[in-house]
């Protein structure tokens, strides 16, 4: 491993812990399937990276520049894919990192998509919706010469929802001169959005924690489940498992915690947060300290957030008998060593959270088509590929006798790699 360090790349995105986290996990993979080290040197590095200035009039009526970034990790086996960030912590190395994950998910679910990612250093909340969409306006006409419906396909991620899509879209068509919805996924259904895409990554997450309830032979309506994070992600995983008799016992956003052992009403959650009240103050269930939300005694603990929330300083202290990662990167190379001498099944981000990416796959060719499916048929289509995904990782996990996120990169990579490898090195 030592030696293979010299592949972290400097200084561009060699700081970055995060990126280092990704980089990392590639050399342990390619170590695993003994990866071509020619292969090896072209994958631990982003194809493309954009940083662009986004000036915008402020409601104040000054001027603020924000910063964004488009990194687009690999075109290999089609446009690229994946969503836009607005986080006040979203930096370049952040965006390199997911964007490479990216890739390695799509392969894994065999879609024609290579890995990418975007995003702007802001804080969304404290932005009005004139901002937001100006700010949004700008970084699409600075991004649009490496975007396009057969170059990159941006998404909704952390922050951005389905009304910032419709913004990239307006913007978008309006430089092209025709609409062109085919250009993001994660639209509203008026705009060539596809049924079921908002909910597709939490129903994603819950077919996978379906399969490892059987696998820990426990019945959904004995289990209990802790999710941090009440976004698009988390408060969809917490209704399906709600639906299926699973207990939700605690729940998190950026402002506090709250827990309940004899179970939190999800759909009264749901209507306290719409009327515009914060989490914390939900009646029914009492508020607790984020930092405990994490060690609660449950069956499935979901962080649905941010990365690195689970490392070496908290990994031993977990309760859980299932880890879903339904958000991207949130357990770190060292609580991963931690989690692997512990028997808690860990459904690894790649495969739990490669529903919205699925979904967005069949958003974009129903546009490209012009034809559209109806909410059994995704739903249906959904369900087999995160199925199949899972049972290709669990047989390969057992197989090769490795963790199961070891599995699902290593058919990640391997994909890429063939696929490198076909095309050879141009020129
Ligand atoms: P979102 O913005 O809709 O929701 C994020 C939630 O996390 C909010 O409830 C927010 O308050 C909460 N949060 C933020 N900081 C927190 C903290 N420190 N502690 C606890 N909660 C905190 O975002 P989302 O789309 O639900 O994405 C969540 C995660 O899922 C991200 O890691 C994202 O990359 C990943 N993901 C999202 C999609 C998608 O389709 N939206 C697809 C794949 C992966």
Redesign the pocket.
């Known amino acids: 491993m030592e030696a293979n360090h010299k592949h972290l790349p400097r200084p561009v995105y060699g700081d970055s812990p995060i990126f280092q986290m990704a980089v990392l996990q590639l050399l342990s993979v390619a170590e695993l399937i003994d990866l071509d080290q020619n292969i090896l040197e072209r994958l631990s590095k982003p194809k493309r990276a954009m940083i662009a200035s986004v000036p915008i009039r402020m409601d104040n009526g000054k001027t603020h520049t924000f910063i964004g970034y488009r990194v687009q990790h690999s075109l290999t086996s089609g446009p690229s894919k994946g969503?836009m960030?607005y986080?006040p912590n979203v930096d370049l190395g952040e965006v390199a990192a997911?964007a490479m994950w990216m890739t390695w998910k799509c392969a894994l679910m065999n879609l024609p998509f290579g890995g990418a990612k975007g995003g702007i250093a802001c804080d969304p909340e404290k932005l009005s919706m004139e901002e937001k969409e100006r700010m949004t306006r700008r970084f699409t006409e600075e991004i649009l010469p490496i975007i396009g419906p057969r170059m990159d396909v941006p998404?909704?991620?952390?922050?951005?929802?389905e009304q910032t899509m419709a913004w990239i879209m307006d913007t978008y068509s309006m430089s092209v001169g025709y609409a062109c919805p085919e250009i993001v996924t994660?639209k509203p259904i008026e705009l060539g959005g596809c049924i079921g895409?908002?909910e597709?990554?939490g129903r994603g997450v819950v077919y996978c924690i379906m399969q490892a309830l059987a696998e820990i032979d426990v019945q959904p309506g004995n289990a209990t489940a802790v999710v941090?994070?009440?976004?698009?992600?988390?408060?969809v995983t917490c209704q399906e498992l709600a639906t299926r008799g699973v207990k939700i016992i605690g729940v998190?956003?950026?402002?506090g915690?709250i827990a309940n052992p004899l179970g939190i009403d999800v759909s009264a959650l749901n209507k306290h947060i719409a009327a515009g009240k914060l989490?914390k103050d939900f009646p029914g269930a009492r508020a607790i300290d984020?930092n405990e939300?994490l060690t609660l005694e449950c069956t499935v603990l979901v962080p649905?957030?941010?990365?690195r929330?689970i490392t070496e300083k908290n990994a031993s202290k977990l309760r859980c008998r299932i880890l879903a990662e339904?958000?991207?990167?949130?357990t770190t190379p060292d609580a991963d060593k931690i989690l692997n001498q512990s028997d808690i099944f860990i459904i690894p981000?790649v495969l739990c959270?490669?529903?919205?990416?699925t979904v967005?796959y069949f958003e974009w060719v129903q546009d490209m088509q012009q034809f559209f499916w109806d909410e059994s048929q995704v739903n249906q289509k959904l369900e087999q590929l995160m199925l199949k995904a899972f049972q290709q990782v669990r047989a390969c996990a057992k197989e090769m006798n490795i963790p199961m996120r070891m599995a699902a990169l290593s058919l990640g990579v391997r994909k890429v790699a063939k696929e490198k490898k076909r095309r050879g090195l141009y020129p």
Do not use: M
């Open positions: 969503g960030r986080h997911l998404a909704p991620d952390l922050g951005t929802d994660g895409r908002r597709a990554t941090q994070g009440f976004g698009n992600v988390g408060a998190s956003d950026r402002w915690a989490l984020a939300l649905a957030a941010l990365e929330q339904a958000a991207n990167g949130p981000d959270n490669a529903g919205g990416v967005s």
